[in-house]
């Protein structure tokens, strides 16, 4: 890890955080609606396995925004679609949960727990037979590891050898419900065990993130198969803005944030990279400026017209056909 | 040729025209396909294209959407519709919403197929097709193929289709025969008229319209007028045009379908003609469908169930009576 890398973290990780405040600050003004789920708290994870994984397709959830800004999707369009707005990166007709960007190898954006996965292997089994190296990196949460899609997917990627990287986001919490309440281990690598390599890192920690992404990369790139990442991280709001998330305790929480992912790399690159503060200062003022402009397209954007309605959802010549 | 060889030449012609074609399903390689559709593929274009998947339906299908979004032209086989709920999820919420939710940004050029339908004595939970359901999804093109020529040419297009499509097959017709007219250029969207007529039109799909044409002379004879008989082809968009002016001519509506009843496809092309041309209509629309139940093992049972020749002669003929014919 260099120090212009580890800065440039810093900055999405700090851009991230500021645009979900910003997301949360507009869904309670009335501007944004439907599911919001926030990534406070797991900016770490989102930013540094995308800057790890910078070539490769991904496939996401519906907690989303961050990887999808790190991943050089525009603030612009990600909050314009937030707000369903026509200038929105899916023209105001995904929202929040389906952000879409296959020029980024951007995958979505899925809003069915698990449902991605299935699709990752499918498409590392087409970048394989295309003869394209970079692979897949397919994120879930530990929600998702107690469903059949990911049985199925962790069993077809290791039979078929496929270049694919797991990235289980553990959190901790499917929605309210503990994950040792309905799953017999905190730590979900271990169902990954049988199949293929598997380790537990820190996912609070940006730069354990990067390096761990970046193994498995090499892993994945050298035809060794698939491998498996769990990422212990923690989310500070609740599940989508319609939990308070006060299943956990404040002791739970103060625990959690002092290991906050944004202060901690901010540590690190003063103490061991000498940042300078006068940097980091203008960095973090760079992604407020970034996210204003944001919220602002966003709002003077327009509507999408009624025409919308039909478009997009065939082909062209087919949808001749259809309409 | 035989319908299943017809939609086996389908499938290799269009392996061998473009490489992003791949077929996975259950057993579709070396086995040779549990109806022998997939035969002798794997040996012309091997396993990476021909891929044998472990049981298991939400992968192949969900397999599937991930090859297309990574530009591939992925086949799945499903080995019979019934199987295919395993993959409902997929098959709703990723294969036919992704080109929307993105505003067009992901493509999937693929083709679901899957045979269903009341075979013989397989019982419940080998024995339904579940038209209604794929046919209730916007973003889906559904197919369903009842003659030779058409499962050849709609199955082309469909591979060559940069959008979606369940391709609905019966259990029954792979071993039937018929003719390809390879110098046609179908749509197959277009609804096909069977055989024409000017007294009653007969709507159907799948096995059904061989059931249909079985009927027919003791019908015309009965009721001393002509059948026209159309094979509805595209589930999802429905032809109206043809459906309307073979309506607007005869002013009688049958739909036969080996769907339940309740809730089953026929319903909706009943629907459109009392909403679009009910003053079109001298008689109430008249639909057989499959009885209310799961389907029987026991073979006298199972024939009551599912509309059948004599069943169809019979129950169209009490109709026409009743409505002056």
Redesign the interface.
Known sequence: MNKLLAEEIYYYMVLGREFEYAAKEHYMKGNISGFLHLDIGQEALSVASMKAFDKG?V?TTYREHVMAIARGMDPKVVMAELFGKVTG???G??GSM?L???SRFF????A?VG?Q???????????R??GKEDGVMVVFGDGATNG??FF??L??AS?WKLPIIFLCENNRYAIGTEITRVSPFLEQSRKAKPYMPSFVIDGMDALEVYEAVSKAKEHVLNGHGPIFIEAMTCRYEGHSMSDAGDYRSPQEMRICKEKDPVKRLEKTLLDRFSSQETLLESLRNRAVKAVEEAVEFAANSEEPDLSELY?????K??GN??S | MLYREALNMAIDEMMAKDENV?ILGEDVGRYGGSYRVTEGLVAKYGE?RV?D??I?E??I????????????R?IAEIMTANFSLLAF??II??MAK??????????LAMVVRMPGGVSRQLAAQHSESYEQMLSAV??L?VFAASDVNYAYHALKKAIL???PVIFLEHELLYNKEGEVNFDEDLDP?KARVVKEGDGITIVSYLKMVDDVMEAVGEIEDGLKTSVEVIDLCSLN?IDFKTLSSSIKKTGRLVVVEEDHKTGGYGASIVSFASEELFYELDAPPLRIASKDVPIPYNRRLELEVIPTPRKIAKRVMEWGVENGL
């Open positions: 397709d496939f990166v899916s023209r007709k995904g389906h879409f960007d296959p995958y979505g954006g899925d069915i449902g996965i299935p699709n990752a292997v499918g498409c590392a089994y087409a970048r037979y295309q059949g899609a199925e997917s069993n077809i039979a478009r997009d959802l065939f082909c010549e087919c056909v259809v | 791949v990476k891929i998947t472990p298991a939400l992968s299908v969900g397999n599937a959407v991930g090859m297309a979004m990574g530009g591939l992925p999820d997929q919420n990723h992704l080109r929307y939710m993105s505003a067009g940004k992901i493509t916007p973003g093109i289709m940069d959008d969207f968009p």
